[in-house]
């Protein structure tokens, strides 16, 4: 529901942000609960959320969505087909294209943060077509990878829990119970809970970072200093698919897609914009933390395994065809190789953390997408309803019943099936980058003619433009190639034929977001946006006004929001 009308291209930004008694009037008589200077805090108090993250817990979600399993474990796979120097060429080439999707993203949500998130810029900036397709893309991406963590979960339970002994669809039912649990009870409780979380995962990174150092200095109980050896012999470089130039080329690129896909979930900060406090400074903030944090574990921590163990060790080739769990690890292969053996079961314990609140965000912002397609009219008006404590409820239930299908991977036959659901829904994952970028374009464009002055923006690009063109065509490319593999296949005795599953699995996704973008355009008739007609007000006084009630709030000592004594004096300095 539209409060305010969007101002005149003509006017000036800080017109736009004064909100007339007229405009107030309007919001009194659209809303019953008044703040204490009697005017609403809410347009619609039954389909509102509550802005209850704070800077630390937005951060931290950011970071948590990005700092997965993948990290621990798909290393391992990627190591073992193309060597150290292309693991390291690729995850550093993909910190970069992240931080320039995420400097999009904070540009347009420091501008005017909606509670329908990137979806809700899509829709306004370029076409309500691309709002309704990425909508649906990226929750259909996270209602399939919600039991895909959930399954992961009871893999790794498996650890000291033998199948037999127990049924994994007993823990698979038990953390679903749970993750509901923590999504229900509010966004407050949510965001204190996937912070710990997310704290426990960055806090064992620094540990295993450290530790990866230190043995490769030769501190470990071998006191072997490996050093760049590896790099050596075998070498830097694993030739895939040919041998020379071409075969090292392919496997750089083979782990290009792989550190795509690890990236995954860093977008997600942009699903907390209508849930946090203050969100002109908490978002730009929190997208510049997570960059570096981001980079730092990510790069060096492939930097160092690179050094520690050689990509044709046959632990590690054992350790890739685990699907889960410490013995799938690089790191833990390279912690046994180095002469300590206690450390597996823990690094097992943190495997779990990991892969629990991957669960726990994935639910959350499977139910927030499909809250906002709601907000946006591309949804039942039911799943836009929210409680007492700002919860979309209903799109919470429908999420959480979907991610029942978690127990079809306690039956082996439809653990295949489950499977290929996975492989087409992670080209979902860049498709949802690229339309952020093609968003941002957009609205630069649109700020620049309706005459929005720089200076008094919130948050802008490093880069501008030309960061936002670069990341969208190496998106783009990577979407292309994203399944070479099959078109490169060299036939084997256990698969001599064209890979036509994976084929399909792997680019299903490109026409069928293409084609919910021209059937939306074609029954619903909308049109694309120009720089002129594009919607960059609407609803901006309104956020203006509460951002600076919350600043008031906070400045006359009303901010009660408890604060963590421990968080203070133990890990924000590290945070």
């Not at 969505?65 to 073992?80: F, P, Q, R, V, Y």
């Not at 792997?506 to 026409?511: A, C, D, K, M, R």
Request: aromatic content about 14%; overall charge positive; glycine content about 8%.
């Amino acid at each position: 529901m539209a409060i305010f009308n969007r101002t005149r291209p003509g006017l000036s930004v800080q017109s736009s942000r004064e909100v007339s008694q007229h405009d107030q009037e309007k919001v009194a008589t659209a809303s019953d609960s008044p703040d204490e200077s009697g005017v609403p805090i809410s347009t619609d108090p039954s389909t509102h959320l509550r802005r209850g993250l704070r800077a630390r817990q937005v951060t931290m979600i950011a970071l948590g969505g990005a700092l997965g399993s993948g990290l621990l474990i798909g290393t391992g796979s990627a190591l073992a087909r193309a060597g150290p120097a292309s693991i390291f060429i690729s995850y550093t080439i993909l910190g970069f294209i992240v931080w320039i999707v995420l400097c999009s993203l904070g540009e347009m949500a420091a501008w005017l943060p909606l509670e329908s998130g990137f979806t809700g810029f899509a829709a306004r900036f370029v076409d309500p077509a691309l709002g309704f397709s990425l909508g649906y893309t990226y929750w259909f991406k996270y209602i399939i990878t919600t039991p895909n963590q959930l399954t992961a979960c009871a893999l790794v339970i498996q650890y000291w829990v033998n199948r037999d002994t127990v049924n994994p669809g007993v823990f698979i039912a038990v953390f679903l119970v749970v993750i509901i649990a923590i999504n229900y009870l509010g966004i407050r409780f949510f965001g204190e809970i996937e912070f710990w979380l997310s704290s426990a995962k960055v806090l064992t990174m620094c540990g295993l970072i450290i530790l990866s150092l230190v043995l490769m200095l030769g501190g470990g109980p071998d006191h072997d200093r490996k050093g760049f050896r590896y790099w050596k012999d075998p070498g830097a470089f694993k030739p895939l698919y040919a041998e020379g130039s071409a075969g090292n080329f392919l496997g750089l690129w083979s782990v290009m897609v792989t550190a795509t896909f690890a990236y995954l979930g860093s977008e997600l900060i942009g699903v907390t914009v209508g849930e946090a406090q203050n969100p002109r400074k908490v978002i730009p903030r929190a997208i510049k933390l997570t960059f570096w944090r981001i980079l730092f574990f990510y790069v060096l921590a492939v930097f160092l395994v690179g050094t520690l163990v050689p990509y044709d060790s046959k632990a590690l080739s054992f350790a890739t065809k685990q699907s889960t769990g410490a013995s799938a690890s690089p790191f833990v292969v390279a912690i046994i190789e180095s002469g300590i053996s206690v450390l597996p079961g823990f690094i097992n314990a943190c495997i779990l953390i990991f892969v629990f609140s991957a669960a726990n965000s994935d639910l959350y912002v499977a139910t927030r997408v499909l809250y906002s397609l709601a907000k946006e009219g591309n949804s039942h008006h039911i799943f836009a309803r929210t409680d007492s404590r700002g919860v979309p409820v209903f799109a919470l239930g429908l999420s959480s019943l979907i991610a029942c299908i978690s127990f079809l991977n306690v039956a082996s036959d439809s653990r295949v099936v489950f499977g290929y659901f996975v492989n087409l829904v992670t080209i979902f994952g860049l498709l949802t980058w690229i339309s952020i970028l093609v968003s941002h374009i957009y609205f630069v464009h649109a700020r620049r003619a309706q005459g929005v002055v720089q200076q008094n923006m919130a948050y802008v690009a490093p880069l501008g433009l030309y960061g936002t063109y670069f990341a969208l065509a190496f998106c783009i490319l990577i979407a292309i190639f994203s399944n070479f593999g099959v078109f490169v296949h060299v036939p084997t005795r256990e698969n001599p034929d064209f890979d036509y599953k994976t084929f399909i699995t792997g680019y299903l996704g490109i026409p069928l977001y293409l084609a919910m973008i021209l059937g939306y355009k074609v029954s619903m008739k909308s049109k694309g946006k120009t720089a002129m007609t594009a919607d960059i007000y609407t609803g901006k006084e309104y956020i203006d006004y509460e951002e600076q009630q919350f600043l008031e709030r906070k400045a006359a000592g009303r901010d009660t929001t408890p604060r963590s004594w421990f968080y203070r004096h133990f890990i924000a300095w590290l945070f």
